[in-house]
């Protein structure tokens, strides 16, 4: 009966799993390489979600003019954060980026 009850229990946990699974087999093949990617796709995320807090701030702007105070400043804390966001995403993408060259020369 304990072995269900565990079983049942990590049940959830199964597709953290699954996702988990293929960046750490590419890194394992790739090494430092994989890093390298994985940083590029990093920055890359960082990108996206700039452009689309910039592109949704610039929607508000233009589809219902400029907002009066408070809802100009919601506007603007939403667009903060994302950017804030954005710019430790970009960090850890370079981050990545230059531990894998760091890899690839050093090591291989």
Same mark, same amino acid.
């Given at each position: 009966?304990?072995?269900? #009850?565990?079983? $049942?229990?990590?049940?959830? %946990? %199964?597709? =953290? !799993?699954?996702?988990?699974? !293929?960046?750490?087999?590419? =890194?394992?093949?790739?090494?430092?390489?994989?890093? +390298? $990617? !994985?940083?590029?796709?990093? $920055?890359? +995320? @960082?990108?996206?979600?700039?452009?689309?807090? *910039?592109?949704?701030?610039?929607?508000? =702007?233009? @589809? *219902? /003019?400029?907002? #009066?105070?408070?809802?100009?400043?919601?506007?603007? #804390?939403?667009?903060?954060?994302?950017?804030?966001?954005? +710019?430790?995403? *970009?960090?850890?993408?370079?981050?990545? +980026?230059? @531990?894998? =060259?760091?890899?690839? !020369?050093?090591? /291989?």
């Amino acid at each position: 009966m304990r072995k269900r #009850s565990e079983a $049942i229990l990590l049940l959830p %946990l %199964l597709p =953290i !799993f699954l996702v988990g699974m !293929f960046p750490m087999l590419l =890194i394992g093949m790739l090494g430092s390489a994989g890093l +390298v $990617i !994985f940083g590029i796709l990093l $920055i890359r +995320v @960082a990108l996206a979600g700039t452009m689309e807090a *910039h592109g949704d701030f610039n929607q508000e =702007i233009i @589809a *219902h /003019g400029y907002a #009066s105070g408070p809802e100009r400043a919601a506007q603007a #804390s939403d667009l903060q954060s994302a950017t804030r966001m954005a +710019v430790l995403l *970009h960090a850890a993408g370079f981050a990545m +980026v230059a @531990a894998g =060259i760091a890899g690839l !020369f050093l090591v /291989g």
